[in-house]
């Protein structure tokens, strides 16, 4: 049976929000949930649930936590009963198949490549995010795990993209787009044109360039970009959305015709939301580390954990490690 | 009288839209418009509008045309009498007060400094974009005009974005923010964290690293970058309300009431449109360079260049050239 750990410590609102929506994500799946930490304030978090023993979870200790802010790198150091490295070396001891978190990205992906390694060929991991789009979703790597990016990484990121948009997506020969800024190939920063290039040289469906503005409108499967702008583009979407649906509130305040509409739509609206509402995915996959693991947001609520959890179960049903690690060799990927 | 210089050959839909938005801007102006084009093409299209002699307008001839995807830097030496070329020498040689182009940006931005060089002090010019947020209109520079920064480019970016903001917003004392991943100002790559430490010490507002999901929320005045991340902020955002309407439009549709509500709603949609449309702004200024410059969208309509000749007539009123020159040198800015 796949077994997963569950880092019941991370994230804004752990442990109460991470338990329920482990509980959640157990009532649903044939799955065995680890869920990593302080002992006493798990168990406190699980008497909410009181048939939690029969649902295929355990506890397992960890007491000491990294915060959202504390510097990963020192604090991994200082604080070796961490759970997100207790849970890291729990994949990496084969005793789970996955693991999840919500607390500091940061620190996550620290403790995967030093419980792990990375997978032969790939030199740094990259967070892949499902994206919504006027067609199908799409998925964006990196989307912020790496802010300092070379050529040969952006490569790395198309042929990762790849595989996981054929696996997740059930895209057969997926569309790889270079996000940059102009279509053309000479257009984009130092960065971009020179991935370009090896894009280009790799055997990809690589569509070229990808200006920003297409990238919701479903113009490739797959879109590369570094770290940095990748979590520029998610949280500026996020902060967007938020602001569009106030200032759309605002307006439709203003008179009783617009209210009444506001009533009648507000069903749309509630459809539309889920749509592009984060928390249905529930988290993205951390790819290029070799072992499976699914980093949630540190907002995330209980759905958005049941679902980022069930998302785990998937991945570790598939062969996602092996086929990277094939698609890789079969690039001949250069290193930076 | 303030005269200012018309690229009519520059943007998707020229001369037409550019003729036809100078004859608005004219009507409505104390102003003088030279429309610098192919004589023959642009009094064609003056033809719509049989009174636009009484209007203050003129016809400058420059037989050559750049265009959107033709190589700056080539193109503008192999066309001396370019639009964009004789446009800008019509404010070098002070014939006029400011030059509005809807063409290249990045031939504007070549034919700019090349016709007036930089505000003494500043190394790089930028695009001002005015973005709506949940509170008043911020400020976002660098939009486009240049995709490599240093961090002193950006502190150059702040102080001019402060300068603008005090004159076109109305803003005292902007709150400048350092566009980055996280508020701490150890997160963020190389650059953001250099130019957060270059940016503390400067006599400015600064309110630190502020993230993308704060941009919209209005949280500073104004939102500092490189021009490549602009950019992808810029048309993200561009490209996610139009999928945000197109996607509300499709759940609209679903049910009867919901089509009713749709109905009832249609007057405030459109208000709230008016708030994320950049043809209401018209253009961004191009600061930096030593003349005052308005880019517009290619896809610029009729109103939206209205809107930036407008919005170049009040900034040929103002001291915007002379501020800046003064807080530069107030700011003692460190070169590259």
Redesign the interface.
């Known amino acids: 049976m796949i077994r997963i750990a569950v880092d019941a410590m991370g994230g804004d609102h752990a442990p109460s929000v991470i338990v329920d929506g482990a509980v959640a994500a157990a009532r649903h799946l044939d799955v065995r949930l680890a869920l990593v930490g302080s002992t006493a304030a798990v168990e406190q978090a699980l008497t909410a649930h009181p048939d939690w023993r029969s649902l295929g979870l355990e506890v397992v200790e960890a007491p000491d936590v990294i915060g959202m802010?504390d510097?990963p790198v020192a604090s991994l150091r200082r604080k070796p009963k961490a759970s997100i490295r207790v849970a890291a070396e729990l994949v990496a001891s084969g005793e789970a198949q996955a693991l999840f978190s919500a607390g500091s990205t940061g620190a996550t992906v620290m403790a995967a490549h030093a419980a792990f390694g990375m997978i032969p060929g790939v030199d740094r991991p990259a967070l892949a995010t499902t994206i919504?789009?006027?067609q199908s979703p799409a998925v964006l790597l990196d989307a912020?795990a790496n802010?300092?990016c070379r050529p040969a990484h952006l490569l790395h990121f198309a042929v990762m993209g790849g595989v996981y948009a054929r696996l997740a997506l059930n895209v057969e020969r997926p569309r790889i787009g270079l996000?940059s800024?102009g279509e053309?190939e000479?257009k984009?920063?130092?960065l971009t044109r020179e991935a370009h290039r090896l894009l280009k040289a790799a055997p990809l469906n690589f569509i070229g360039n990808v200006?920003?503005?297409?990238?919701?409108?479903g113009a490739a499967d797959v879109i590369v970009c570094d770290?940095?702008?990748g979590?520029?583009?998610?949280?500026?979407?996020?902060?967007?959305?938020?602001?569009?649906e106030?200032?759309?509130g605002d307006?439709?305040q203003?008179?009783f015709?617009?209210q009444?509409?506001?009533?009648?739509?507000?069903?749309?609206?509630r459809?539309?939301r889920r749509?592009?509402d984060y928390s249905e995915f529930g988290g993205a996959p951390l790819v290029g580390v070799a072992g499976l693991v699914i980093v949630g947001h540190g907002r995330s609520s209980v759905k958005a954990v049941r679902n980022a959890i069930a998302m785990a179960y998937r991945f570790a049903g598939s062969d996602f490690i092996h086929r990277v690690e094939q698609d890789i060799a079969a690039a001949a990927v250069p290193h930076n």
């Open positions: 802010a510097p919504p789009t006027r912020g802010v300092e996000l800024i053309e000479t984009g920063n130092d200006e920003a503005r297409d990238v919701y409108s770290g940095f702008t979590n520029v583009v998610l949280k500026i979407s996020e902060g967007l959305v938020e602001t569009v106030s200032l759309l307006e439709l203003g008179t015709s617009s009444v509409g506001y009533l009648l739509s507000r069903r749309a609206f459809r539309f749509r592009v």
